[in-house]
């Protein structure tokens, strides 16, 4: 289906000769200008980075692109849902957004060959297990900042190194944009929203429940006083290795550096990746 083809009440922009006039109306009409980056498959979780931007802001971009540059060998992208359509019905109503959903081929010129590198909290967790992923995110977050030129961009703190990086990033090139970070969506039964939900069969969404009740046994754990940082990871590894789950990694984790702690003495941050059957399901919950 072509961009010129679907039926949406919201505007729906493929090239960046279009977005730009249309974004300075609105900033010259003195709108604070709001971006909410994903790649589509919308779901509430997205909806309510959707709505806090509609909370402060007079104008919020969507932007819906599938990011070749931050997958690796061997994951999804070739499958990832694109359901431009049902993302366009999700937001329908809006008339203060409008979707930027780009051609791929407008993001990545022939003859691209800038990226951005990231270290520090880039490295451990998705980094070990990603190379190259959070290299792709911040590049394509970069180009959509320069794009859209946003006075707020909102982030879920489900991809919880990810809006970590995104903040450094900022601060370290100053870019002058405000970075939020929103609550975790969950289902009512505690599983985090995510687009990749989708492939999960009956029985894998059952045993994915392991992953937000070990982040809530974290939790339990060290209101109850435990602050040995091994023991704590060991039982959460525990519960999700008695529902058949496949871990990347347990961690927890300095809520800024990302680096592991020993002993708990105040915030941190509980982090979970982990394989329920094909799917790499990730979730984390903030502690103290």
Known sequence: MSKA????????????????PTIDVARRA?????????????????????EASRRECGLTVVSIFVNPTQFGPGEDF?????????????????????????????????????????DGPALPWEGRFRPGHFSGVATIVL???????????????????QSVLVRRMAADLD?????????????????????RNRYLSADERERALSISRSLRLAATLVRDGVREASAIVAQMRAMLTQAGLRIDYVAVADRD??????????PVVALIAAHVGGTRLIDNELIG
């Not at 694109?82 to 979707?99: F, I, K």
């Not at 930027?100 to 800038?114: I, S």
């Not at 180009?143 to 707020?152: C, I, M, Y």
């Not at 870019?175 to 039964?189: A, K, N, S």
């Open 5 to 20: 083809s679907l039926d949406s009440s919201v505007p729906v922009i493929a090239d960046a000769a279009t977005l730009r």
């Open 30 to 50: 003195g709108k604070v200008i709001g971006l909410v980056p994903t790649m589509g498959a919308l779901h509430a979780g997205h909806i309510s980075l959707v």
């Open 257 to 266: 550096t990302l680096a592991p702690v020993t002993t708990i003495n105040g």
């Open 78 to 118: 070739n499958r990832y849902p694109r359901t431009l359509q049902a993302d366009l019905e999700m937001l329908s109503g809006r008339d203060d957004c409008l979707v930027f959903a780009p051609w791929a081929e407008h993001m990545y010129a022939h003859g691209h060959v800038t990226r951005v590198e990231l």
């Open 175 to 195: 870019v002058p944009i405000r970075i939020e970070v929103c609550p975790t969506v969950r289902e009512p039964d505690g599983l985090a929203l995510s687009s």
């Open 143 to 161: 180009k959509l900042f320069n794009l859209v030129g946003p006075d707020r961009a909102y982030f879920g703190q489900k991809d919880y190194q």
